[in-house]
């Protein structure tokens, strides 16, 4: 029949109202889902890495999200994990690392050791003076270019303007520098080079060699007790050329060291 509003009315009998239906009490669950839980999440992340093929490091990676890691991972094997909280990961072992142990009281000590080279100890004066004139190169550049003349520096008398120690008499201009030695002592070739004299020095260096190591650029040494090296001779950095002594005009031993530039002397210091 029509409602008065339009709508239409059942005619026939009520149907009968629903039952509820029955729901088993136990739920099928995931026979394997107790053992999930038992072993934790970052045990559970990194089988899942392993068996889908991502790849052990993204596992890793995955599971240290929020985790603190002292797992050291290698590029190949499965990482390891125990389950128990406040436990870290594991991985396999890795070699075994020396012990070290000293006294409570020990000191020890960092300072590095010296580190030398087998190369050319002439190459930076060779370059100095392929490249330009002996007197033209600076200071900065010169310094370290030449070797030691002993195997101890001791410096005594510099280079300059000076008391002399023979007359007494100020305003001597010492032409090198003075380098304590006792008589004896060997003493060193500063450069490659060409001996250009060996020989007594006429106005007080006594025995002397001079040597020529191109480019305007000559070393000598003097008050020399012997020598053993001849004119025209080669020479290397570092040869004995000499034994230091107290000849000419000298108050004791030692070893009196010039460095020339185109004849003229300069402060070996900034060559040494």
């Known amino acids: 029949m029509q409602h008065a509003r339009g709508r239409r009315r059942a005619t026939g009998p009520a149907t009968e109202p629903r039952l509820p239906e029955a729901f088993s009490a136990d739920r099928p669950r995931d026979a394997q889902r107790e053992a999930r839980r038992r072993r934790g999440p970052f045990r559970q992340v990194t089988d899942f890495a392993a068996a889908s093929g991502v ?3 993204a596992g890793v990676a995955l599971a240290a999200t929020g985790l603190l890691l002292t797992v050291t991972v290698p590029a190949t094997s499965p990482v390891m994990a125990t389950g128990e909280q406040g436990s870290t990961s594991a991985s396999l072992a890795s070699p075994a690392q020396p012990e070290v142990s000293a006294e409570a009281a020990a000191q020890v000590d960092f300072s590095r050791t010296s580190v030398s080279t087998q190369g050319d100890p002439d190459g930076k004066l060779k370059q100095l003076l392929s490249a330009q004139s002996a007197g033209s190169i600076s200071r900065e ?6 070797g030691s003349p002993l195997e101890t520096l001791i410096k005594s008398s510099p280079f300059g303007y000076r008391v002399s120690p023979i007359t007494g008499g100020v305003g001597e ?3 090198g520098q003075d380098f304590a030695a006792e008589c004896g002592t060997s003493v ?4 490659s080079g ?7 020095h006429p106005y007080g260096g006594g025995n002397r060699v001079v040597i020529d190591h ?3 650029l000559e070393t000598t040494y003097n008050h020399l007790s012997s020598s053993s090296v001849q ?5 290397n950095r570092g040869d004995v050329v000499a034994l230091s002594g107290t000849t000419g005009a000298s108050t004791g031993c030692h070893l009196h060291f010039e460095v020339m530039v185109n004849g003229d002397v300069v402060d070996p210091t900034g060559w040494l």
């Open 173 to 175: 201009f010492h032409r």
């Open 194 to 200: 060409t001996v250009t004299f060996a020989g007594w």
């Open 141 to 146: 550049a010169s310094t370290g270019s030449l």
């Open 55 to 57: 790849g052990q490091k």
């Open 214 to 216: 191109g480019n305007g």
């Open 188 to 191: 060193f070739a500063a450069a």
């Open 231 to 235: 004119v025209g001779q080669k020479v």
